[in-house]
């Protein structure tokens, strides 16, 4: 299926799994962008939640950056429990280093789908584990999420915060149990540095507009979902529940800009390269700062130009009333901080949506009634 992979090649490779989605692609096109371009940027991606234009050799976020960029990505078309094939991949490449976001995230599927989670996201990371060791590729960023804090005990939340408790959904079972996992994985054998960045909100698009969120069917999620108001394929935002114990009643979360959080993973990469440092880190990735649904709306509103119809609803189950982020420990060990404010979030997603009505798949072909 790809000729080429039968020559070996030399050249250091950074192996980006899940890397043609939403975060996965803001990242591929950061590590182009702030030169850790020396390396091949090679995407390992099932296409469970990436677009690809039929009869495309790549998804069409991938193809998009390597229009900006003038670089070229190794595309793979490889589920990770697919251990024969991801083996051909990592014997083609000198692989330095995996950063892993291939997963499955819609909290409410996971409730109905458990097993399809358990076997993307746990027995999917347990199967690159396993290969990466046999080639001796040992230095792995890890996508994980806040949702392993559970209902928060204090606020801000920091890295020290028990993890696992009370977990309502299998997603955010699978984040938990792959941090054990590698915990155990580095308690083994000291040779493994894994930094598993615990994402608080993502948002907001790549400045040029050319790559963003683009969730299949109705978005789960509050920012694309008022995006899609704004550009008018959905009629009002439900804000579930105004009886929170916050500001305004609407819950309030730690949203930071995807392209930070980008920046959040070549920082962690260049961790790697520092004299001593091994073993498993977790640390979070936010802002620091919460605001409210309605404060989204609103500042999504003034962006935009556009009134954005909204109407109170019931609470979502599962939902908490506040989380954000304390960012000290990303500060002091990645040397990190998001720089990009409310504003530039709900631009940026704004720019990406108007100019992508309907997501990736517009790129050639006119819209269908
Ligand atoms: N909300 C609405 N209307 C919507 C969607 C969301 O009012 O249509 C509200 C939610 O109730 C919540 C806030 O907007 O108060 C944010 O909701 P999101 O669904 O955007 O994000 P969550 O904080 O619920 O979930 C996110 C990630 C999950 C992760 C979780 C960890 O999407 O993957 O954070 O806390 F597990």
Redesign the pocket.
């Known amino acids: 299926m790809y000729p080429w992979l039968r020559r070996p090649y030399t050249m250091p490779a950074t192996v980006i799994t899940g890397g043609a989605g939403y975060v996965g692609s803001h990242t591929v096109m950061a590590l182009i962008e702030q030169g850790i371009s020396n390396n091949e940027i090679v995407v390992i991606d099932n296409l469970s939640n990436a677009y690809c234009e039929q009869g495309d050799d790549k998804p069409t976020s991938l193809k998009r950056i390597e229009e900006m960029t003038g670089r070229t990505i190794r595309f793979f078309n490889i589920d990770l429990n697919d251990e024969p094939e991801l083996c051909r991949v990592f014997s083609a490449f000198d692989v330095q280093c995996v950063i892993h976001f291939a997963a499955l995230?819609?909290?409410g599927e996971s409730v109905t789908k458990p097993l399809e989670y358990y076997e993307a996201n746990v027995a999917g990371t347990i199967s690159l584990l396993g290969v990466m060791r046999r080639f001796g590729v040992t230095k792995l960023v890890y996508s994980s999420?806040?949702?392993v804090?559970g209902e928060p005990r204090k606020l801000p939340i920091d890295e020290g915060h028990p993890t696992g408790d009370g977990l309502t959904?299998p997603?955010?079972k699978t984040?938990f149990f792959c941090e054990e996992i590698m915990k155990d994985v580095c308690i083994s054998d000291k040779s493994w540095k894994i930094i598993s960045l615990r994402?608080?909100?993502?948002?907001g698009a790549h400045s040029s507009g050319r790559i963003g969120e683009d969730p299949s069917g109705i978005?789960?999620?509050?920012?694309p979902?008022?995006a899609q108001v704004a550009v008018g394929r959905l009629s009002e935002?439900?804000?579930?529940?105004n009886d929170?114990n916050t500001p305004d009643g609407?819950?309030?979360?730690d949203y930071i800009h995807v392209e930070d959080l980008a920046d959040g993973h070549v920082k962690a990469i260049r961790l790697f390269d520092q004299p001593g440092f091994s073993g498993f880190h977790a640390v979070n990735l936010g802002t620091g700062t919460g605001y409210?649904?309605l404060q989204?709306i609103a500042a999504f509103e003034s962006a935009s130009g556009r009134p954005i119809p909204h109407r109170i609803?019931a609470?979502?189950a599962?939902?908490?009333?506040e989380?954000y982020a304390d960012v000290s420990l990303s500060h002091r060990l990645l040397g990190w901080r998001a720089v990009r404010t409310l504003e530039d979030m709900c631009r940026d997603t704004w720019r990406w949506q108007k100019q992508n009505p309907e997501g990736f798949k517009t790129t050639h072909k006119t819209k269908k009634n």
Request: a positive charge; glycine letters at 10%.
């Open positions: 995230k819609a909290v999420s806040c949702t804090y959904s997603y955010g984040k994402y608080f909100n993502p948002v978005p789960n999620n509050l920012m979902y008022i935002v439900l804000v579930f529940g929170y609407t819950g309030v979360r409210s649904v989204m609803v609470r979502r599962g939902d908490i009333a989380n």
